[in-house]
């Protein structure tokens, strides 16, 4: 099933877009693209333009829910290029916020980028200062330049944003994969500073002495239901052969107010986006991609510092929240990115869902910019992900390994979303259904290369829903929730859709369980291709 949206914009309005969108274009020094066939290409042009509060409107009269207040933060790299020097991978853009501020009776659209310190050095050198990159840099660093590197934080967080703790001690921040925070303005988008919190209370630096260390972690924490509290974890790397890493399970009441729930060692630095996590559990899926930092302190690109080990298996950690315990399983790999949600059986096992690959090849090769800017090649690219049901037996330390099927081939697209999200109200518990995103620009694809969003139904096989729209290219959905709602799907979507025709993004507003349009509003301008955001409600900022 599946609803269209409608154009309701008059022919004056449109004309005036799209002269903004090619005036727009030729003052971020944008390479040609135009609105159209290829206008997917506006999702990895650069847009230096910065907003604050700029008034959208909604495209009809239909009115939207009253409880729906708040700002929907998005993160999403946007300048790939600074002198003549440039990013090789779209990882490695500076990261720019994008907010909408929802009431009643206003929009306002916003963007900033974050004023890190690498962008910060970048702007004022006049060329991308050196870094730790995903995949490089164009002309490369020097070996004097990848030096300097390894002695800077790497604070260009462009995946996610957070809110840590509540209340006056509340701070919103951007996140990736490690262990920095720049945090920003709520409303404003302004950035405040970036702070690295001692994570594990006093044991950072090498014997207790010297500079930090270097943690890994993951851009995804979860909030523990019923507490405001965020749960996630670090990992404190070894260096040398032989020696193992440590994993420590922490919760955060927020940066000042940190605490260890629990730890073991693991043989290698396993590169982990997510976990899950139960009434009782924190659960790891520890794959088999491993970061050699030798290869990391030589190259200062993380892509070559990885190496997929197809014969180990994937180890599977459950640490007790209450006692800090540890149970170990192992199944045969699969690289994956998001846990969707996990829950406790009856009979005391753990049920997990998850976003699969078949391998890593796709998140270490397929988004560099030269290939992502190719018409040709972004029109092949299809979604190799698949929903993967684990059973994990944490008594007999056991796994039962179930990936998703169906029997049409839009039914199977559907199991090939990633992105996922869910009513929070479910985290933890027995759920059923989640949404995410197919991100696949091929043109073989049942939706001839646009990018819907999904309503998955795990319970009910079959039950589906999906919207989309030709040329259309949806980012990951945002559910929140009904605050009176008795349903598990009583809410609204909230997504910033690419509308390649016009070069400019929109907010869409779904009903949650109808999956049928209530709203839209078009931004000035258009977001480059992203990741995640939240939607933080009003009653809470």
Known sequence: MYHFLEPRVGTMLLKTAVLLVLVSTALTGAWSVSPGKDGVLFAFQPNLHEFHKTPMKFASSSAIPKWLSGTLVRNAPARYQVGDRSVVDVFDGFAKLHSIDIT????????????????????DSNTIAPMVTFLGVDPPF????????????LDNNDINVWKFGTGDSATYAALTDGWVFPEFNIDTLDTIGVVQPDPLAGQAGLFGVGPPTVYLSCAHPILQPGTGHSI?????????????SVLSVIRIKDLGHIEKIGSFEI??????HTFALTENYAIFFLQPLYFDFIKLMTTVEMQYAMEWVAGDKMKIYAVNL???????????????????????TSEGHVIADVITFPDPTPFLTALSLDKLRDLDNLRKMDSYARLTRYYLNLTAETVKVEPSAAK?????????????????????????????????????????????????????????????????????????????GTHEDDGVILSSVLDADRGLNYLLILDARTFTEINTAYMPTWIPFGFHGQFFPRSFQ
């Open 104 to 123: 009643q009776h206003s929009l306002n659209f916003s963007a900033s980028f974050i004023k890190s310190g690498i962008y910060n050095r970048s702007i």
């Open 142 to 153: 020097s070996l004097y330049e990848r030096l300097e590197a390894l002695a800077k934080p």
């Open 232 to 244: 996630t974890y670090v990992i404190k790397p070894s260096y040398l052969p032989g020696q193992s």
């Open 267 to 272: 043989e290698k630095n396993s590169y982990m």
């Open 322 to 344: 209450k006692n800090g315990s540890v149970s170990t399983l192992s199944t045969d790999p699969r690289f994956y990115t998001h846990h969707v949600n996990a829950y406790e």
């Open 408 to 484: 049409t081939p839009l039914g199977d697209f559907m199991n090939k979303l990633d992105l996922p999200i869910i009513n929070e109200k479910y985290r933890t518990k027995k759920y059923c259904i989640f949404y995410g995103t197919v991100t696949s620009f091929a043109a073989s694809s049942p939706l001839n290369g646009s990018i819907p969003i999904v309503k998955k139904n795990v319970c009910v096989p079959g039950s589906d829903k999906y919207w989309s729209h030709p040329n259309h290219f949806a980012g990951e959905p945002n559910f929140v929730p009904d605050p009176s």
